[in-house]
């Protein structure tokens, strides 16, 4: 047994947030006094802070509720479970978007993977996403199609809109979006949406869409957010099943998937200005060398932004938009 899998273990072994009997988990772990003493300490590391007490042992200062494939099986609508041909759960991996694209052959269309805890998780650019075991959700789903005519902009719009939709069905009220992939309640981001895909003949057969959901925030880890945010259940005021709403985002994942490849994009850029919080807002565009200023016009049928400069309304297909203090 690695110290993965028993790091593992021991995080489903306190997850009810009760006292542990210390040489009860040795056992259960096959492990002496200082191995489990040292994968204690090593849950801190993912974002887990325990408690001890002589003569009662040890437990989480927080229940968890663990990712369970059946219970989300279960919470995705049927039209849309049958194409979830392949559902993984990872206590840990560095990223659930390389997981799949490290696949041999590549992901599967259908295939989704999701972690405890990322290593190294990623937003867009490469920046660190935070991802605190088991209180938050990170996924990816993977999908092959013959690509439409619209690029990945237009991809990316369709998923932001799906998982505002899931959000929405879950009951959280005036979800923002703003281009190209933040998922924002209260001005506040909730969640992120990276689209990744591989080449094939010069055209991508093949994509990767990955979502991190704020679910559960533990205090500890929102230190490394370097940005406002929020997580579900302060938007809903209340607490959320992660199973469920893991279900959820995939089922509306998948089904908007299925209507991009039928009808392209237009109907989600229509959704997109519902939830669109950018228009008419001044605005900053980077990219890697260069940066633009201007008024924000929302996007165009191809899911890019659309931007007022001096008058003249340009386009752009990526970039990372920032809001400018109005004057």
Known sequence: MTAVVRRARL?????????????????????????????????????????????RGYRLESPLELLDRDRILAAIVPEARRQAHALEILAEVDSTNRHLLDKPGGAGAGQVCLAEHQSAGRGRHGRHWASPYGANLYLSLGWRFAWPQAGLSALGVACAVAVARALTDAGVADIGLKWPNDVLFGGRKLGGILLESMEANGRARRGVMGVGLNVRMPAAAAEQ????????????????????????????????????????????????????????KNAVLRWTNGQVCGVVEGINPAGELALSIGGEIRHYAYGEVSLRPES
């Open 11 to 55: 995080a489903a072994a306190l997850a009810d947030g009760r006292y542990h009997n210390a040489e009860a988990l040795q056992q259960s772990l096959g492990v002496g006094r200082r191995q489990l003493w040292a994968l204690l300490r090593s849950l801190t590391d993912l974002g887990l802070a325990f408690e001890s007490s002589p003569g």
């Open 225 to 280: 957010v370097d940005q406002p945010w929020t997580d579900v259940e302060t938007a809903l005021g209340r607490a959320v099943s992660r199973n469920a709403l893991a279900g959820a985002v995939i089922g509306r994942l998948l089904l908007a998937l299925g209507e991009f490849e039928a009808a392209g994009p237009g109907p989600f850029v229509e959704q997109w200005r519902r939830y669109d919080i950018m228009p008419g």
